[in-house]
């Protein structure tokens, strides 16, 4: 399997668990609270990402003169 297969892959198997596991969740709890805890996962996994992303991109060196990321962002 390739790398784009694999990641192909991994991407529709965890759209799928996510909606498995939400939707018994939806008839046993309120549509409002359903929807809050919806939101409050895509802001939680949404801050994640932007977290690990600006680590790797502060750890990663660029820019001219090899300086990193956050020797630029300093000035």
Same mark, same amino acid.
């Given at each position: 399997?390739?790398v784009?297969?694999?990641? $192909?892959?991994c991407?529709?198997? #965890?759209?799928?668990?996510l909606?498995?596991?939400?939707l018994?969740a939806?008839? *046993?709890? =309120? @549509?409002?609270?359903f929807?809050t805890?919806?939101? $409050?996962n895509?802001?939680v #996994?949404?801050?994640?990402?932007r977290m690990?992303l600006?680590?790797?991109m502060?750890?990663? =060196?660029?820019?001219?003169?090899?300086?990193?990321?956050a020797? @630029?962002?300093? *000035?």
């Amino acid at each position: 399997m390739t790398v784009l297969g694999f990641a $192909v892959a991994c991407g529709l198997m #965890s759209s799928i668990v996510l909606y498995a596991a939400g939707l018994p969740a939806l008839r *046993r709890v =309120p @549509a409002s609270v359903f929807g809050t805890f919806t939101s $409050v996962n895509l802001v939680v #996994s949404t801050r994640r990402s932007r977290m690990t992303l600006d680590a790797s991109m502060n750890e990663t =060196p660029g820019g001219a003169g090899g300086e990193g990321a956050a020797d @630029a962002h300093d *000035r």
